[in-house]
């Protein structure tokens, strides 16, 4: 069993859908969890990052964490064509933002 | 602001070859980290460098080695390739070896080992 499961898609949703991306996680460490896009043939972007547990929004986007559950979330408002790219959850212990454990990444397409 | 760049953008190598893949930080960083992206899946850590010494390491075998100069600026190298070893190469970096601040990544050097 991988450490960050996160379902591969891909996820075909119309412009302006509220699109949901989620990855779960066995090691109860995890303290550190970061929303990657990663656009082809292009390095992972930072989208969102958060420490424990909680919300955060950052204008379209919506992370949360759910560590009772190992379960963390990424809410994407008003989806654009645009926003079609692979998501990659990434999570870390104590070492802070450092050694991520990614997910295999969904991959997100939103068709006008 | 320049971000984290690095190059060649492209290498095809052989075999049992070696292979150097170069990283500049982005501008007031100094602490940088290599993954490794096989097709289809999230990147895996490699090592991260901070004040020119390796200070984490992932599962990854010797052959696989680094170096940071004292301009914050680092290389991957990887000898004796092996097919297995194609695959798109991240460099990542961030300020301090606290892990305080999240990565941010290039876009990689595409290696393809045939």
């Known amino acids: 069993q991988k450490e960050v499961e996160q379902d591969p898609g891909p996820l075909s949703v119309p412009e302006g859908a509220i699109v949901s991306l989620n990855c779960t996680y066995s090691?109860?460490?995890?303290?550190?969890f970061m929303w990657y896009r990663q656009y082809s043939r292009k390095g992972p972007e930072l989208l969102m990052y958060?420490?424990?547990?909680g919300n955060k929004e950052d204008g379209r986007f919506t992370a949360q964490v759910d560590k009772s559950s190992k379960y963390i979330s990424l809410f994407i408002r008003d989806s654009q064509p645009s926003d079609s790219a692979t998501y990659l959850c990434a999570m870390s212990g104590s070492g802070g933002y450092n050694k991520l454990i990614f997910g295999a990444g969904t991959r997100l397409a939103v068709h006008p | 602001d320049a971000g984290v760049t690095q190059s060649p953008t492209h290498l095809i190598k052989t075999r049992g070859q070696q292979v150097t893949l170069r990283c500049s930080p982005k501008s007031g960083h100094d602490t940088v980290s290599w993954y490794q992206q096989a097709l289809g899946q999230g990147p895996q850590f490699i090592f991260q460098?901070?004040?020119?010494?390796?200070?984490q390491r992932g599962n990854f075998p010797d052959r696989f080695s680094g170096h940071q100069f004292p301009n914050y600026s680092s290389e991957l190298n990887v000898n004796a390739l092996l097919l297995g070893d194609s695959a798109l190469y991240l460099c990542a970096s961030s300020a301090g070896d606290r892990g305080l601040s999240p990565l941010h990544f290039g876009n990689g050097t595409r290696l393809t080992v045939t």
């Open positions: 958060t420490y424990s547990s």
């Open positions: 090691n109860s460490a995890f303290q550190y």
């Open positions: 460098y901070y004040e020119e010494e390796e200070r």
